[in-house]
Every structure is written in C-alpha cells, then in structure tokens.
C-alpha cells in the first residue's frame, strides 16, 4: 500500500562541476606607492615553443576525457558514493559535513541522503535556436539531457514494507557538456515523527535515458534520547572555531571513529 501523505520527499540537485562557469568579480587591485614611482614592465611574450606545449597540453586532456567518456558510456549506473549527511550542510559535489552518529536521527529529524550517480546517460538534444535573431545559417549546437527519478521504500527491520513512494522526481535537465560530476540529496522528512526503532529505507534512482536503475538500502534507528548533528569541522590555522568541536559530545566522536576501524 502506498501512503503519500505521511512523508515529503524533496530532491534537490547539487553542483555539476563540469559544465557550469564561475565569473570572479573581483575589486581593482590596490596600486602601492611603490608601483606608481616606476614604469610597468611589459609582459614576456610566449615563445613558438611555449604556445605550442600548451595547446599540446590541452590536446592531450581533452583526449583524456574523450576515453573518460568512453568509459563512463560502458560503466554500470550506480551509486559511487553514499552517506547520511547533516541537514543545511550540502552545498554542491563533495560539499556537505556527515550526518553523526551516521544511521541514527531523532524523532521528526529530517533524513539526508547524499549520492554521487555514475554511469547515468546524456541524451543529446539537437539545438536549432540561434542568438543573432534566427539565422537560419548557424550550425546547430548539441546539448544533453539528463533525467532521472526516484522511489523510496520503508520497512521495518525485518523487511516488512510500511509505506512507499514512487516515481518522484529527481533530475531533469539540459546542459551544454556532458556532466558527470554532481550530486544528489535525497531528503525524507518525518512529517509524522516514525516511532522508535530500527527501520530500512530503500531509495530506487532510475536513469530514464538508459533504462538502467540501481538500489541503496540504508538501516536506520530512530532514538528519543539520541544527540544528533554534523560532524565537526577540522581543526586549522585558518579557522580556528572552537564551537564547532561542541556540537557532539566526545563519546560519540570516539564512537564513530571506532565504527570506522577496519
């Protein structure tokens, strides 16, 4: 049976680092006295020799790419990499701060998923809109699609199923390169708080570009008296903040790193 109303379920897409461009705004350099007292030496041309290893630098990493490429095209979709993340931490591909204890959350605590997809497909779409008003001479551009949905399924800790939901919407957009580096967050809300106990949660993602799924099955426990958050910042010259060392008590920090022991 499937229950719709007892949990809300919000993807949200993370950054695709590959396509994406950043322009850097930044403030007119500051001049010193020094500078303005002297004449500004002219830049060094680059020799034939120069220009010539660069373009055969870039040749060679776009020559890598292409048989990256390749091997995507052949590599099985799938989740390289999952893990509960604390809520309002992600904030793009490889940005996010660990959801500690990792499986554990409160009552109505919202439940983070995040997921790194590989092997997802790039449907190219042929682009016939042009910016010069419609010149009916320009070549067309090639852009790709990327879309994928999702499932959730609840169960109990024996594998009973208690509600799902399906067919949600996950990706769904255009881009001029073929990404394949962004994330995913799948988030579950408690709308209603679970009771406490131990459950699974099973997401489903499905590529509707190649047909192909894959399966994460997560257990989880819901704890009244469990102490919850992210996992603290690293300790380093440049930030040197305290308080983030006191967002989890130091017995569960060892805990942790003892779960992480092989």
């Known amino acids: 049976m499937i229950y719709r109303s007892t949990f809300i379920v919000i993807f949200c ?3 695709f680092t590959l ?13 010193s006295f020094a500078q303005l007292s002297s004449s500004p030496s002219p830049e060094t041309p ?3 020799e120069e220009e010539e290893g660069a373009g055969n630098q870039l040749a060679q990493l776009d020559a890598a790419r292409q048989q990256y490429l390749s091997t995507w095209n052949n590599t099985a979709f799938s989740s ?8 309002g931490t992600h904030s793009g591909y490889g940005i996010y701060r660990e959801h ?6 409160r009552p109505g605590e919202t439940i983070v998923l995040y997921v790194e997809p590989v ?3 790039h449907q190219p779409i042929t682009d016939t809109s042009t910016q010069d008003g419609g010149n009916s001479t320009a070549a067309p551009t090639t852009l790709y699609l990327i879309n994928m949905t999702a499932d959730y399924i609840i169960s109990d800790s024996n594998g009973t199923e208690l509600a799902t939901i399906e067919d949600v919407p996950a990706i769904n957009f255009i881009s001029h390169r073929q990404n394949t580096e962004f994330s995913l967050t799948l988030i579950l809300s408690q709308e209603e708080p679970f ?4 459950y699974i949660v099973t997401y489903v993602v499905h590529d509707q570009v190649t047909g192909e799924s894959f399966q994460i099955d997560k257990r989880i426990t819901i704890d009244d008296d469990a102490s919850t958050g992210p996992l603290p910042l690293p300790d380093n010259n440049n930030n040197n903040d305290n308080s983030m060392q006191q967002l989890l008590p130091q017995q569960q920090l060892e805990e942790r790193s003892q779960a992480l022991e092989p």
């Not at 396509?19 to 001049?31: M, R, W």
């Not at 390289?80 to 809520?87: K, R, T």
């Not at 500690?100 to 959350?105: G, Q, R, T």
């Open 13 to 15: 897409l993370g950054l």
């Open 19 to 31: 396509s994406t461009s950043f322009i850097l705004l930044s403030s007119p350099p500051q001049v």
């Open 46 to 48: 680059l020799t034939q």
């Open 80 to 87: 390289h990499f999952d893990a509960f993340v604390a809520e």
């Open 100 to 105: 500690v204890p990792a499986s554990v959350f």
């Open 119 to 121: 092997g997802f497909g």
């Open 195 to 198: 009771p406490v106990g131990d």
